[in-house]
């Protein structure tokens, strides 16, 4: 088996969003109102070739971001929250090519950890996949209610039937819903609600190492280790990276969240999260 990550551009989002802050004011009101913007970070898709076939797991974001019209500017936050910086080489397709996969003919599974457009802008580019998304996930992120709650669904493509998923209550280690993606358990899928409601992360174990794509569960490993949610999550954001560290003491884990700039030297390097005695440090593998 063997995992690669592709970085699909760049987002900027405000420092509210990534860590959540105490205070009386409301969670969205301090990412929308807030003058403090977060340095440009990484939009990361991954790719898991398994002797099963070609899994991919999100699809990164579109460089259609930067046309006129594309995102919703009446929508408050792609007003004022976030910016994309995208050109049509970054995006998943021309990359895939570059490695001498064809998305429309070579990949088996595309895997979303949920339907936000930097994790769903590239799904265009699998006509011919399954695409996997949580059946929840799914109906939130639909139709007009979805696109108030920042979802961009008439974006989708037009072809797009998915697969839906109820991931049962079918404990792996630390968490309470899995589903197994391979008939060889090498590749799970595992509840991370907080994010949103319905995010899910996908675990790829090669080698004894656990590489965890944990999409938004957090937007960086310092924030797990701190505990720190981000600013927009629902309530169950800490029993997931309570979870999730829960895991990383069981388990050699090589923790791979969506926009964390320090993923290629964590990579690199192989290194896993341990932990002793509460204090977190980094290890090499």
Not at 117 to 126: N, P, Q, R
Not at 169 to 195: C, Q, W
Not at 253 to 264: A, E, G, N, R, V
Request: aromatic residues 8%.
């Amino acid at each position: 088996m063997k995992i690669e990550r592709i970085q699909t551009g760049k987002v900027r989002i405000k420092e509210n969003q990534i860590s959540r802050t105490k205070g009386i004011i409301p969670p969205m009101a301090k990412v929308l109102f807030s003058k403090k913007w977060a340095d440009w970070v990484p939009i990361y898709a991954w790719v898991i070739e398994h002797e099963e076939g070609i899994i991919v797991v999100d699809t990164g974001e579109t460089h259609k971001t930067s046309v006129k019209g594309y995102l919703p500017k009446w929508h408050p936050y792609y007003a004022l929250a976030v910016d994309f910086d995208v050109k049509p080489e970054d995006e998943i397709g021309p990359q895939l090519l570059k490695m001498g996969i064809d998305p429309k003919k070579d990949v088996d599974k595309v895997v979303l950890t949920h339907l936000h457009t930097d994790h769903a802008g590239g799904l265009h580019h699998f006509p011919n996949s399954e695409i996997l998304i949580d059946r929840n996930e799914y109906k939130t992120a639909s139709g007009l209610k979805g696109m108030c709650a920042g979802y961009l669904p008439h974006r989708w493509p037009k072809w797009l039937q998915p697969t839906l998923m109820d991931v049962p209550e079918s404990p792996y280690s630390s968490f309470d819903r899995s589903l197994p993606i391979t008939k060889d358990g090498k590749v799970m899928i595992v509840a991370t609600p907080g994010h949103v409601a319905n995010h899910i992360s996908v675990i790829a174990e090669m080698d004894g190492v656990y590489y965890f794509l944990a999409g938004d569960t957090s937007y960086t490993q310092e924030n797990l280790l701190n505990k720190v949610p981000d600013g927009i999550g629902t309530n169950e954001s800490i029993q997931t990276l309570e979870n999730l560290l829960a895991f990383s003491r069981e388990n050699p884990t090589i923790y791979l969240p969506s926009h964390d700039p320090l993923i290629p030297e964590r990579m690199k390097n192989k290194e896993v999260i341990r932990q002793q005695e509460s204090t977190c440090q980094i290890r090499k593998h």
